[in-house]
């Protein structure tokens, strides 16, 4: 069982910057991949950044984003640390949304490629 928190949502200016991380559990942590979804009021859960897993593989360290998202938010993961960041510059009041961290074997853009999820951290953009 791999247990997942996140931080560093909270409330900040269209244009400004927050950093999210995601700490999970377990001693393989290396063995999975990690992704970032958001869900806004009264929509539906939408698919923001991915970062493939450490196996020792090419695909190694892969990380594929939301099209809109794309040049502003940043994935990492730091392994020593077992957590996951997303460094999110130049937000918008569109990226108003409740943000998940989710862990899983196989990943990618799919939740269906996640068994393990947070509880989210509120991200606010004010316009």
């Known amino acids: 069982q791999v247990q997942v928190v996140e931080s560093g949502g909270g409330l900040v200016q269209a244009g400004g910057s927050l950093r999210l991380a995601c700490a999970a559990s377990g001693r393989t942590f290396t063995s999975y991949a990690m992704g970032w979804f958001r869900q806004a009021p009264g929509k539906g859960r939408e698919f923001v950044a991915a970062?493939?897993?450490?196996?020792?593989?090419?695909?190694?360290?892969?990380?594929y984003y939301l099209d809109s998202v794309k040049g502003r938010f940043t994935i990492s993961r730091d392994n020593g640390k077992n957590t996951m960041y997303l460094q999110m510059n130049s937000l918008k009041s569109e990226d108003t949304a409740v943000y998940l961290c989710?862990?899983?074997?196989?990943?990618?853009?799919?939740?269906?490629?996640?068994?393990?999820w947070g509880q989210g951290t509120q991200v606010t953009v004010s316009s």
């Open positions: 989710a862990v899983g074997i196989n990943g990618g853009r799919s939740e269906g490629g996640y068994e393990y």
């Open positions: 970062i493939s897993r450490n196996s020792g593989l090419r695909s190694d360290g892969i990380t």
